[in-house]
């Protein structure tokens, strides 16, 4: 069965270190992948996404994130973070076969300055 | 665009009460889900239309839960009736695409707290 996995629940950075949020993913194909933000009484919005291609994405806010397929992870990236950044992160994987769409658990992060 | 709007924001009912919740996609989008969001359970997709029409509702989780989509510009998902573990923040998000094939576009979404 398909799935999405963020093994950090929580994350505390100091603003202006650089970020790392995993995200590993179970599918037999390659999927399509997304890191969203969700703000405190917010909306998701989309961060970036990875259809194919060039493994290394850009998205917006500063973040990347880089597609590795031999071990199936889509981490997200930022080199310095703004105390904006603190937000909950979701990744999300969609199949183009059996039309599934699945959102990891989240990681909290929280930014001190 | 105003993006996806979704009222009410905030809604406090009391058990065996009827809840309607209510989304405006953005215009010109032909799809629209309904996701449920609990710190048990995370993002849950309850169901989602195409062109009007409920394409997939295998995450409703009981009969008491109720979605439609009367028009492209309006849906509704109803619980009828409710109960505390329904509390949980609901999410309407639209798209131009296909599920798994692009941008979803999320409103802010609507906290349910059921007494």
């Known amino acids: 069965a398909q799935s999405v996995t963020q093994p950090d629940i929580h994350i505390t950075v100091s603003e202006g270190a650089s970020l790392e949020l995993r995200c590993n993913y179970s599918?037999?194909?390659?999927?399509?992948l997304f890191w969203y933000v969700q703000s405190p009484g917010q909306g998701l919005q989309l961060l970036l996404k990875?259809?194919?291609?060039?493994?290394l994405v850009q998205g917006i806010k500063g973040f990347e994130a880089e597609f590795k397929r031999s071990q199936s992870s889509f981490n997200l990236r930022k080199p310095s973070v703004h105390w904006s950044d603190a937000a909950e992160y979701f990744c999300?994987?969609?199949?183009?076969?059996?039309?599934?769409?699945?959102f990891g658990t989240g990681t909290s992060l929280t930014v001190i300055p | 665009d105003a993006g996806v709007i979704q009222s009410p924001r905030h809604e406090v009912t009391e058990m065996g009460q009827e809840v309607t919740l209510r989304c405006k996609p953005i215009?010109?989008?032909?799809?629209l889900f309904w996701y449920r969001q609990t710190m048990m359970r995370g993002l849950e997709l309850l169901i989602y239309?195409?062109?009007?029409?409920?394409?997939?509702d295998s995450g409703m989780p009981e009969d008491r839960f109720s979605a439609k989509m009367p028009n492209a510009s309006f849906s509704t998902l109803k619980i009828q009736p409710s109960e505390p573990r329904d509390s949980a923040v609901y999410f309407c998000?639209?798209?131009?695409?296909?599920?798994?094939?692009?941008?979803?576009?999320f409103g802010p979404g609507t906290r349910l707290t059921v007494l």
């Open positions: 215009s010109g989008h032909d799809y």
């Open positions: 990875y259809f194919s291609g060039d493994t």
């Open positions: 998000a639209s798209s131009p695409y296909e599920l798994t094939a692009d941008t979803q576009y």
């Open positions: 599918y037999g194909a390659t999927p399509y």
């Open positions: 239309f195409n062109n009007n029409v409920p394409i997939d």
């Open positions: 999300a994987v969609g199949t183009y076969t059996g039309n599934q769409f699945y």
